[in-house]
């Protein structure tokens, strides 16, 4: 056990867990506090390195990805750029403000201590400051103990007063579906894969494993999207086999050119566009719910030219298990023969988070709702000297994760105040009814609808004006992006 051994190797005011793009985002913005950030992979982007195919693209234009202080060199290109062109992007940008030299590379996080509260490592649960108020990021004293382990078996211990845990919802811990005794992957004789597996293949080996193969693949969100396409492009000619989707639950999916644009007109443009009535595609619940949930997928441009040459075919299923020589639909009782499984169920983000978290504050991030209670997407109120980055989802994640590393690092320089706990525990809760109230999808803690209150709020609550443009036409007229918080100081 990492608590075994306790000698601290360094004391620093402020740990960061992650270089994915919110840790990037996060170190930018506490740089001046010489933070010493623990990354578990060989180099910084989080998913864009470990969680992307050799096809993953950005599902916007770069402009809508980028920070307000360091433009894309061709961010008027309307191509949605490849997972390497963000890994380049985001290697220029740590570059250019000297970032890497706080980055502990392959250093794994494998527990975390309280030491702060009454001196003995005990916490008054009913407030973290006096008084009800939240009290100050940094107190001046260690608040937190981090074990991590290097390349190696021998354990290291850290001590920060503030921890920024910016591991993300996705990768690291893939999803995986039970099945009754008997009845799962066990009797299959074919092979089953996760998809985040398959992303440690090279182009060659992927096509490899696919080719000439019966595939199916369970989901319909964009990971599967992606998975389809790289099936048919393995199966082309006379001897490749088409891949089937397995599909659950049916998300809207846009065309490429799409741009965010939502209108009570958009399900009948998409129905017009796209051959979603030809497949059993157009879903039950109205476009508005998964805009606000973050759940509609672009599709490539070859997604359903391949379904109409019958390389991606679509079989609806609620329920389903293994056989030996593939699945079982349980709904109507019809089988699926295959030879390879390629599972795009998603991550299991909570768990990473409960592995390294101690309690009591592990259950402080558990709710009824399913919804991780933060306040502004960063603080949870009963959680002193943390924070997260990179929980929420909008249209544009980067800029959602920069906006509120910005709003931390002012935090920590005591810049604004908090309200008091209880009144940031009010706004908890109201935020996830309003989400309720929005989307029946409202579990995966989407902004998109209310991404402009929420920026606005930001900004007024730092003391800063939430009206970014240069004219009242502009503000009412033109959208906004991420240079329009370029100067927030």
């Given at each position: 056990?990492?608590?075994?051994?306790?000698?601290?190797?360094r004391?620093?005011?402020?740990?960061?867990?992650?270089?994915?793009?919110?840790g990037?985002?996060?170190?930018?913005?506490?740089?001046?506090?010489?933070?010493?950030?623990?990354?578990?992979?060989?180099?910084?982007?989080?998913?864009?390195?470990?969680?992307?195919?050799?096809?993953?693209?950005?599902?916007?234009?770069?402009?809508?990805?980028?920070?307000?202080?360091?433009?894309?060199?061709?961010?008027?290109?309307?191509?949605?750029?490849?997972?390497?062109?963000?890994?380049?992007?985001?290697?220029?940008?740590?570059?250019?403000?000297?970032?890497?030299?706080?980055?502990?590379?392959?250093?794994?996080?494998?527990?975390?201590?309280?030491?702060?509260?009454?001196?003995g490592?005990?916490?008054?649960?009913?407030?973290?400051?006096?008084?009800?108020?939240?009290?100050?990021?940094?107190p001046?004293?260690?608040?937190?103990?981090?074990?991590?382990?290097?390349?190696?078996?021998?354990?290291?211990?850290?001590?920060?007063?503030?921890?920024?845990?910016?591991?993300?919802?996705?990768?690291?811990?893939?999803?995986?579906?039970?099945?009754?005794?008997?009845?799962?992957?066990?009797?299959?004789?074919?092979k089953?894969?996760?998809?985040?597996?398959?992303?440690?293949?090279?182009?060659?080996?992927?096509?490899?494993?696919?080719?000439?193969?019966k595939?199916?693949?369970?989901?319909?969100?964009?990971?599967?999207?992606?998975?389809?396409?790289?099936?048919?492009?393995?199966?082309?000619?006379?001897?490749g086999?088409?891949?089937?989707?397995?599909?659950?639950?049916?998300?809207?999916?846009?065309?490429?050119?799409?741009?965010?644009?939502?209108?009570?007109?958009?399900?009948?443009?998409?129905?017009?566009?796209?051959?979603?009535?030809?497949?059993?595609?157009?879903?039950?619940?109205?476009?508005?719910?998964?805009?606000?949930?973050?759940?509609?997928?672009?599709?490539?441009?070859?997604?359903?030219?391949?379904?109409?040459?019958?390389?991606?075919?679509?079989?609806?299923?609620?329920?389903?298990?293994?056989?030996?020589?593939?699945?079982?639909?349980?709904?109507?009782?019809?089988?699926?023969?295959?030879?390879?499984?390629?599972?795009?169920?998603?991550?299991?983000?909570?768990?990473?988070?409960?592995?390294?978290?101690?309690?009591?504050?592990?259950?402080?991030?558990?709710?009824?709702?399913?919804?991780?209670?933060?306040?502004?997407?960063?603080?949870?109120?009963?959680?002193?000297?943390?924070a997260?980055?990179?929980?929420?989802?909008?249209?544009?994640?980067?800029?959602?994760?920069?906006?509120?590393?910005?709003?931390?690092?002012?935090?920590?320089?005591?810049?604004?105040?908090?309200p008091?706990?209880?009144?940031?525990?009010?706004?908890?809760?109201?935020?996830?009814?309003?989400?309720?109230?929005?989307?029946?999808?409202?579990?995966?803690?989407?902004?998109?609808?209310?991404?402009?209150?929420?920026?606005?709020?930001?900004?007024?609550?730092?003391?800063?004006s939430?009206?970014?443009?240069?004219?009242?036409?502009?503000?009412?007229?033109?959208?906004?992006?991420?240079?329009?918080?370029?100067?927030?100081?």
């Amino acid at each position: 056990m990492a608590s075994q051994s306790r000698a601290v190797v360094r004391s620093s005011k402020v740990g960061i867990i992650g270089a994915g793009v919110s840790g990037v985002a996060a170190l930018k913005q506490l740089a001046h506090y010489d933070p010493v950030v623990f990354e578990a992979g060989d180099c910084i982007g989080g998913v864009w390195k470990s969680c992307s195919y050799h096809s993953t693209k950005l599902q916007s234009p770069r402009k809508d990805y980028e920070f307000a202080d360091f433009p894309w060199p061709n961010r008027d290109d309307p191509t949605f750029p490849s997972h390497l062109d963000i890994l380049d992007y985001l290697t220029s940008y740590a570059h250019r403000f000297d970032l890497f030299k706080y980055v502990n590379f392959n250093t794994k996080v494998v527990e975390i201590r309280f030491v702060g509260g009454d001196g003995g490592g005990r916490h008054d649960l009913h407030q973290t400051g006096g008084d009800g108020e939240y009290g100050a990021l940094l107190p001046g004293r260690p608040v937190w103990e981090v074990a991590v382990r290097p390349n190696g078996p021998i354990f290291q211990w850290y001590e920060f007063e503030m921890l920024v845990v910016c591991t993300g919802k996705y990768g690291d811990v893939p999803k995986i579906p039970e099945f009754p005794q008997k009845r799962g992957p066990e009797i299959f004789k074919g092979k089953v894969m996760h998809s985040m597996d398959y992303c440690k293949l090279d182009k060659e080996e992927a096509t490899e494993l696919m080719r000439g193969k019966k595939v199916a693949i369970i989901g319909f969100k964009k990971s599967a999207i992606d998975l389809a396409v790289e099936c048919a492009q393995a199966n082309q000619g006379p001897e490749g086999k088409p891949c089937t989707m397995v599909i659950r639950t049916l998300h809207w999916t846009v065309p490429h050119y799409w741009r965010h644009a939502v209108s009570k007109f958009i399900e009948s443009y998409l129905l017009h566009k796209l051959p979603l009535q030809k497949y059993g595609l157009n879903p039950d619940h109205p476009f508005v719910e998964d805009y606000a949930s973050c759940q509609m997928a672009i599709t490539p441009n070859d997604f359903f030219p391949e379904a109409d040459k019958g390389n991606i075919l679509f079989k609806r299923a609620s329920k389903w298990c293994f056989t030996t020589t593939g699945l079982q639909f349980l709904d109507d009782n019809t089988r699926l023969d295959a030879d390879l499984v390629l599972l795009a169920t998603g991550y299991d983000g909570k768990k990473k988070l409960t592995d390294i978290i101690p309690e009591p504050f592990r259950s402080f991030l558990e709710y009824p709702s399913g919804v991780m209670p933060l306040y502004r997407g960063t603080i949870n109120p009963l959680i002193p000297n943390m924070a997260f980055v990179g929980y929420i989802e909008s249209v544009a994640n980067l800029h959602t994760a920069e906006l509120r590393s910005i709003w931390l690092a002012r935090l920590a320089d005591k810049k604004f105040k908090l309200p008091k706990v209880e009144k940031m525990c009010e706004h908890i809760s109201q935020e996830i009814e309003i989400m309720k109230k929005t989307t029946r999808f409202y579990q995966r803690h989407c902004i998109s609808t209310y991404s402009i209150n929420h920026s606005d709020e930001i900004c007024e609550e730092m003391g800063l004006s939430s009206w970014r443009k240069n004219s009242f036409l502009a503000e009412a007229l033109s959208p906004y992006g991420s240079q329009d918080y370029k100067h927030m100081e």
